[in-house]
Structure formats: structure tokens, C-alpha cells
């Protein structure tokens, strides 16, 4: 594949969740969007205007939407729960296992929002927690694409497949990295670059800094593995044994370093019983109301840390 090189043009991610859901909407009349009364933030106001049939409002009720999704699976309708991360996680937490995931329902929980991007709207909505939450609940799948046309391609499989599945977007704008052709799968990894010297695995909102942080590298004799790890629940596991032959892992995140793609690395590094990871993300900590980038730099997930990091790895 290619790397896109210029990356001026930026889009959130949830403007691709909002573009997707329509064309889905449009194709399959049992598609359905359960907005939270947020719907201008997540990006549904179209759908809910061309397809107000295939759309609900259940108001500022979470939990109650988690309810009213398991019931509309359970008549073959495939419903899209829309809100923010750190509500449809953690608020929904129990009637996501309870509801959705104990039975195996085709219930898709999309949630803009998620990790630091929400920044001057403070710590209270930035869903730093969600993904490593989630995953832990059986039957549960965890995605989050990494620019705004890997997420329409993300959505349209999510759509596609069977089961529980949350996808996880970002409120500010985030450089496109692919073309618009371009495949993605749920559950296989996306390999930008081939290398042997260090490999670097990022998810989401931070693959565009592991890409800079691998172009730098390489300019400076460091031959850098890169991967694209969209989904971190199932986590494509190869790909990972693939990089601890390197034995050098850096893995690259917007969220806490507790529990999420750098803990689901570890955990396949461990049980392979070799190689060494330095994991890059929020430092365990809750964000504040600042800028995008100052709270990216508070927790060192930076281009300068990423390219530190593998320097001393080497």
C-alpha cells in the first residue's frame, strides 16, 4: 500500500462514521442509528434527515439505548448506538456485558470523541479507558481507524460482520493517510513499512506520528517496521510474533498505557519469551481542558519521543 505523503488535508474520524452510515443506511434497510441526543457531535444528523425511519432518539438515556439496541438485534435489525466514548464504555459498561455481549447480539457501539481528541472539552469526556475496558468483555470486538477513510472502510466491516463491535472515533481533525481504495479488515493489522530494525505499532489518531517518527528514522539508517493495528480486540497476533523476531516493540497510543494496544502487545511479547516493548500513551493519568497537541506532549505521545524511544531500544 501507500502512504499518502502530503498530509495537510485533516478530517476526524467521526466525519467518516457519519459519511459511512448513510451509504450503509441506504443499502441495508436494517441498519438503524440510536442517537444519545448528541447527534450533531457524532455525526448522524444526516442519517437521522435522509433515513428517519432506520433512526431513534432515545435521549440522554446511555444505558437505556444499550437496552433498546439488544432488543432491535434481537428482531434482525443491525443498530449503531452513537455517543461519546467515555459514555458509551463506561456508563454503558453493564448492559453492554449484561445485554449485548453476554448474548452475542449484532449491536455496533460508535463513539466519537474517544482518547485526548475531545482536549478543550476537558478531562470528564476524554475516553481515555474505553478500548482497554471493552476489551476485556468476551464476544466484544474493539476498532479504531486510523484517519477518515480507513474508519468508513472500518465501519462498512463492522456492519458486515456478526456481533458486538465498538468503533472509536476522534473528535478533531487528523491527517488522511490512505487513498480511498485502499482494504482494511477487521482483525488483520496494516503494514506501512517493512523493516528490521525496531518496529513501531500504532492505532488510531497516533498512526500519523508513528509515520513521521518512521520516515525520520529511516532517514537516519534506522530500518523501521510499521504497523497500522486498527483493531486491538482480536488482535492480529502474527503481526505482532512478526515484530518480536525484531525484538525491539514500540507501540504508539491515544489511550491510557493500562490495558490497551501496548498491554495487548505485551501480553502475545510475554508469551512469546522474548523481545522488549516500550509502550507510548496517556501515562495513566486523567487529561485536562488544553489544546489537542500540548495534552499529546504532557504525555509524551510525541514524534520526538517516539524516535527517543527507538534510538534507545537500538
Same mark, same amino acid.
Given at each position: 500500500m501507500s502512504v499518502k505523503k502530503d498530509d495537510m488535508k485533516k478530517i476526524a474520524t467521526r466525519q467518516g462514521f457519519g459519511d459511512e452510515i448513510v451509504k450503509l443506511g441506504k443499502e441495508n434497510k436494517n441498519i438503524m442509528v440510536l442517537d444519545i441526543d448528541i447527534g450533531k457531535s457524532c455525526k448522524t444528523t444526516e442519517f437521522q434527515k435522509q433515513l428517519p425511519k432506520q433512526h431513534i432518539n432515545v435521549g440522554i438515556a446511555e444505558q437505556n439505548g444499550a437496552g433498546v439496541?439488544?432488543?432491535?438485534?434481537t428482531t434482525g435489525k443491525i443498530p449503531f448506538i452513537s455517543t461519546y466514548a467515555v459514555f458509551g464504555s463506561l456508563r454503558m459498561a453493564e448492559q453492554i456485558r449484561q445485554e449485548i455481549c453476554y448474548p452475542n447480539l449484532n449491536v455496533k457501539i460508535a463513539c466519537s470523541h474517544g482518547g485526548l481528541t475531545p482536549a478543550n472539552d476537558g478531562g470528564s469526556h476524554q475516553g481515555i479507558e474505553d478500548m482497554g475496558v471493552l476489551r476485556t468483555i468476551p464476544n466484544m470486538t474493539v476498532v479504531m481507524g486510523a484517519d477518515y477513510y480507513s474508519t468508513r472502510k472500518l465501519v462498512?466491516?463492522?456492519?458486515?460482520?456478526?456481533?458486538?463491535?465498538?468503533?472509536?472515533?476522534?473528535?478533531?481533525?487528523?491527517?488522511?493517510?490512505?487513498?480511498e481504495d485502499e482494504e482494511f479488515v477487521i482483525g488483520k493489522? /496494516?503494514?506501512? /513499512?517493512?523493516? /528490521? %530494525?525496531?518496529?513501531?505499532?500504532?492505532?488510531? %489518531?497516533?498512526?500519523?506520528?508513528?509515520?513521521?517518527?518512521?520516515?525520520?528514522?529511516e532517514e537516519e539508517g534506522v530500518s523501521v517496521k510499521l504497523l497500522d493495528m486498527h483493531t486491538i480486540k482480536p488482535l492480529d497476533k502474527q503481526a505482532v510474533l512478526d515484530c518480536v523476531d525484531i525484538g525491539r516493540i514500540i507501540t504508539v497510543e491515544d489511550h491510557n498505557v493500562i490495558n490497551g494496544l501496548g498491554s495487548a502487545v505485551c501480553e502475545v511479547v510475554a508469551e512469546a519469551g522474548k523481545g522488549k516493548v516500550r509502550r507510548i500513551g496517556i501515562q495513566d493519568q486523567f487529561g485536562?481542558?488544553?489544546?489537542?497537541? /500540548?495534552?499529546l506532549e504532557l504525555n509524551g505521545i510525541t514524534v520526538e519521543n517516539i524516535i527517543m524511544n527507538a534510538k534507545q531500544l537500538l
Open positions: 439496541a439488544a432488543g432491535l438485534a462498512r466491516q463492522a456492519a458486515e460482520i456478526y456481533g458486538p463491535v465498538y468503533l472509536r472515533f476522534t473528535r478533531d481533525t487528523v491527517p488522511v493517510i490512505y487513498d493489522a /496494516k503494514e506501512l /513499512k517493512q523493516g /528490521k %530494525d525496531v518496529a513501531i505499532i500504532a492505532n488510531g %489518531d497516533t498512526v500519523c506520528l508513528a509515520i513521521e517518527a518512521a520516515n525520520q528514522l485536562q481542558s488544553a489544546p489537542y497537541e /500540548k495534552l
